[in-house]
């Protein structure tokens, strides 16, 4: 299972606030005309940190950065789901192979990856980003005729 460690507020003495309160404190020097002192100090919010926000620094996430960008994630998704109402359920190494051919597709090529192949960690952590889209379910082989139940069958045999 992939890391998903999250620091608590007031831990640490730097990092005490959230993204709301720096979207807020921004909002707050463009549309009121506030300083960018003035609001650091209102939303206790360091004034490096809030200068680097509003001039456009300093703006990815903490950690490393995803390969994929959000777009060629959800295309990755979208094909799983159309396999799954296809009546092929993926697993997650199929998941991992489709990441390897859309790599391999655009001849990038991932140091991280051995083989260009992306890792369990790498599928749960996608799974994870994204996990109002699409989830994990286990997959139980039916027939296609069994499937294939209306509401008058069943009404009709019971």
């Known amino acids: 299972m992939p890391r998903s460690y999250k620091r608590k ?11 709301q309160s720096v979207e807020g404190a921004l909002q707050r020097v463009i549309d009121d005309g506030w300083s960018l002192r003035k609001a650091a100090k209102e939303f206790k919010i360091p004034y490096g940190t809030l200068n680097n926000r509003y001039h456009g620094r300093h703006i990815k996430c903490n950690g490393g950065q995803t390969i994929f960008n959000l777009v060629e994630e959800r295309s990755i998704l979208k094909c799983a789901g159309v396999c799954g109402e296809w009546g092929f359920p993926l697993n997650l190494s199929d998941l991992r192979h489709m990441a390897k051919n859309l790599l391999d597709m655009q001849g990038r090529s991932v140091r991280q990856f051995n ?4 890792g369990v960690d ?9 996990k109002k889209d699409i989830t994990q ?3 139980a082989n039916i027939k296609r005729a069994r499937a294939d ?3 008058e069958i069943l009404i009709r045999v019971f």
Request: net charge positive.
């Open 9 to 19: 507020l007031g831990a640490r003495r730097y990092r005490d606030y959230d993204d």
């Open 115 to 118: 083989n260009n192949l992306p």
């Open 122 to 130: 790498w599928v749960h952590s996608l799974l994870t980003r994204h």
């Open 137 to 139: 379910r286990l997959a």
């Open 149 to 151: 139940v209306s509401r």
